[in-house]
C-alpha cells in the first residue's frame, strides 16, 4: 500500500513537470539616447535590441509651458540620414510630460535603416548630456 501511494505520489510530481512552460513576457521600447555629441536611437522589440547610432546636429529646448514642442533633436546616422524627433509637451498634475514624435526622411525606408518601420512608436528621450 505505501508503495504504491509512493508510486501515485511520484507520478503526480512528474506529471507536473511535463507542462508546458508559461510564456514570459519581452521587453519592448524605443529610445532616443543623447550623451555629448554622441546619440543612439535604440529599439528593443519582444527582448532583442537593435540601435542606429549617430551624431548630434542639433538640440533645441524650448522652456515654455506655453509651447506645443518642448525640445527638438536632430541626428545624423549612416544608414537613415538626419533624423528630427520633437517632443510634444502635455500637461499634468506634476506640470509636464513628453512624448517622442520622429519625423519621416527619404532615407528611413532604406534597409539598412533599423528604425524606419518605427514610425508609429512613442520615443522616450535619454539625453545625458547635462
Do not use: F
Not at 513537470?17 to 524605443?30: F, I, R, T, W, Y
Not at 527619404?106 to 539598412?112: I, K, R, Y
Request: glycine letters at 10%.
Amino acid at each position: 500500500m505505501q508503495q504504491m501511494l509512493m508510486t501515485i505520489v511520484l507520478l503526480g510530481l512528474l506529471a507536473g513537470c511535463a507542462q508546458p512552460q508559461v510564456e514570459q513576457p519581452k521587453a519592448n521600447g524605443s529610445y532616443l539616447v543623447i550623451e555629448n555629441s554622441q546619440a543612439w536611437a535604440v529599439l528593443v522589440s519582444d527582448g532583442k535590441r537593435v540601435e542606429e547610432r549617430g551624431t548630434v546636429v542639433d538640440v533645441i529646448k524650448l522652456p515654455s509651458q506655453h509651447s506645443a514642442v518642448a525640445a527638438s533633436y536632430v541626428i545624423e546616422t549612416a544608414n537613415c540620414g538626419r533624423v528630427q524627433w520633437l517632443t510634444e509637451r502635455a500637461d499634468d498634475a506634476d506640470g509636464g510630460t513628453t512624448l517622442m514624435a520622429l519625423h519621416d526622411n527619404q532615407q528611413l525606408g532604406d534597409a539598412g535603416c533599423v528604425i524606419g518601420n518605427e514610425l508609429t512608436r512613442v520615443w522616450t528621450v535619454l539625453d545625458y548630456s547635462g
